[in-house]
């Protein structure tokens, strides 16, 4: 498993949406599966919406995501899935089941309401973001810290080996990103 | 109300190469009378039927999907009515089993055995809504059913018609995966 790491520059960090975008593309990201979370809203929802190189599919409930992202995987379409750290909470038992129990290459990414960027999320001001990373570590799934620009860096790799080793992965979002 | 093994025997002379998706009573019932590689089966949560099949629709868009889904599983998804009509797969097929129970955890009743799930469908904006129960007007129909496009919906008033044997274990087998993705990237 993927230890999560916070980097050295956080405190004076930016995160900017473009970058990440840039490395769903370069991970063969095809479908963003979403719901929306206002720390990844207008950073990232929003300009994935514009951009004609991602089929967006805007979901009711989030669990909805780990059932679309597996029929997908069946056709070895990549998907992203784009929710909240809420939404997560609300699906762990589909993703306990399709993505741990029956290995499927289900690749979330993860916005952390509430959290103090400044911060690694095992010491967030917010429960709900402190019990995050026990809980995916407690459930075998790999995980990585997203709070500054550096961390982009760890997504394509991470993408790559859930495909790869058809495994779940969480990607955290530590911060707003930037809508540039 | 139809007899559900008379009305998959019905459907599974028009299913052709479509995958079909299905779980519990329904998946049970169904693999008794079509076992074949072509059936998806590992839903892995209760309710994520109707979100697997458009995962699988929209991933072969060239291919046929029809989800055959448990009352109790899409009142644990209803929302997956409307996303399914906003990406408005033209591939897709979903059909609920209304049995008005949860029949695999005791043949329990479901909220309200009065819920009209055609009428949620069409509401949700799928392009096209059946109801169905007389099995001699289901089978006249369900040819068209399953070819026109989609997303197409059918409720099918069903009543068990024997106890069924649950083998997880069978039915959520690695191996039942592998030859279900190998045959359903296997032909163009």
Redesign the interface.
Known sequence: MEASVASADVAAGELHGSRIIAALKASGIE?VLALPDIVTSSGLLSPIARDEDF?L?????E???????????????R?LILIQYTGFLDSL??I???GV????PICMMVGLLGHDPDKTPRASPRYGVRIIEPILDDMGIAHALVSVDADVAKIQPAIERAYRDSAPLALLIGRRPRAS | MMKRDECFKILARHIGDAALVATYSSAVDWVDIAPRPLN?L????M??????????????PDRRVVVLQGDGSLLM?L??L??IA??APKNLVHLVAQNDTYEANGSQPIPNPKIDFAAMAKSAGYAASYDFADLRIFEQQVAHVLEQDGPVFATLHVAPTKPLKYDYPSL?A?EK?AA??AE??GRD
Not at chain 1, 101 to 104: P, R
């Open positions: 479908y089929r599919i805007r979901v009711c409930k669990d909805e995501c780990i059932g679309i992202a597996s029929g997908l995987s069946y056709a070895d379409k998907a038992n589909a306990r089941g399709v129990e029956y290995k499927q | 998806y590992s839903i892995g949560a309710g994520l039927d109707s979100s697997h099949g458009l995962g699988l629709a929209l991933g072969r998804n929302g997956s409307v996303t906003a990406a959520y690695p995966r279900f993705k359903w990237n």
